[in-house]
């Protein structure tokens, strides 16, 4: 039986309480993560999780305190893979803190248990993992319409479909604003984020400028999302066996893929979370 010691990453990035959100997207821009373990500054013991999702659900509020979540579930290193995996597939988390001894020494995420999936070369089909409705967005829907879908129906990931219904590229929110029109970096100073004593990458930038839309009430760019979706997106078929969508989510750092039928339509999308669960499946 794997144990979480084996496959956790071990001290972890964190935020800092009392702190606020500029401290936590700096941080979050410096190492290109969507999200942090919290702990106090005091004393290093756990407080808490704070996610990108957490910062834009409440755009006015400043401090960290208030942003994050404090009832955060843990595992031990002794653990099993299997328990964490539980955790995750039931609570929806991304981010397990590891603690022993009252002591944060590390964190797991779906990424560490892909491997564990991948692994064990389980028969499981993608098909019976899909566990979420497959929201979509056509080709020409405009920017700020897909913005507020995200936002709407919660989901991570739109498969976009071109005038026939086949599919024709994926989004992700990150997506949007993977494009020089909608990255603004004296927004970004405005908000405090970039002052000139580091630079970070557009694949770091981008995972706050939905941020600079909420607080500063911007219009989002004329585009659509055939201009910055994913095109041609790999794909599994329905009976590929999870352990095979382990292992291209792994190779390719992806959190979700999309699933075909016999018909090569779209049948539903998978996420890591349900690549996951097949590690505790009965």
């Known amino acids: 039986m794997t144990k979480i010691s084996e496959v956790m990453v071990s001290n972890p990035i964190v935020a800092e309480v009392p702190g ?29 999780v704070i996610t990108r999702k957490d910062i834009l659900n409440n755009p006015d509020e400043d401090q ?27 609570n929806d988390l991304h981010r397990l803190p590891v603690i022993d001894d009252h002591t944060l020494v590390g964190i797991v995420t779906p990424t560490d248990l892909l491997k564990e999936v991948k692994q064990r070369k389980l028969s499981i089909a993608a098909e ?3 566990s979420s ?22 989901t991570l990931a739109l498969p976009v479909l071109d005038i026939d219904g086949r599919l024709s590229g994926i989004l992700t929110d990150r997506d949007i604003f993977n494009n020089s029109h909608t990255i603004d970096e004296y927004q970004l100073t405005d ?60 190779k390719n ?21 349900d690549v996951v669960s097949a590690l505790v499946r009965k």
């Open 191 to 250: 908000l405090g984020l970039m002052d000139g004593k580091e630079e970070y990458s557009i694949e770091s930038m981008r995972n706050v400028m939905p941020l600079v839309y909420a607080v500063k009430k911007r219009n989002m760019p004329e585009l659509f999302a055939r201009d910055i979706m994913v095109p041609d997106p790999t794909t599994v078929f329905r009976k590929t066996s999870v352990s095979e969508a382990a292992h291209i989510m792994r």
């Open 253 to 273: 750092d992806f959190g979700q893929l999309p699933v075909r039928d016999n018909n090569d339509q779209l049948l539903g999308i998978i996420y890591d979370l």
């Open 133 to 154: 409705t497959c929201v979509t967005a056509y080709e020409g829907d405009p920017l700020s319409y897909l913005a507020s879908v995200f936002r709407i129906s919660n």
């Open 128 to 130: 019976d993992v899909i």
């Open 20 to 48: 606020n959100r500029i401290d936590v997207l700096k941080k979050m821009m410096r190492y290109n993560l969507t999200g942090l373990l919290v702990v106090r500054a005091s004393d290093g013991m756990l407080a808490g």
């Open 64 to 90: 960290l305190s208030l942003l994050m979540r404090k009832d955060t579930v843990h595992v031990s290193p002794r653990d099993s893979v299997e328990d964490a995996a539980r955790l995750m597939v039931d």
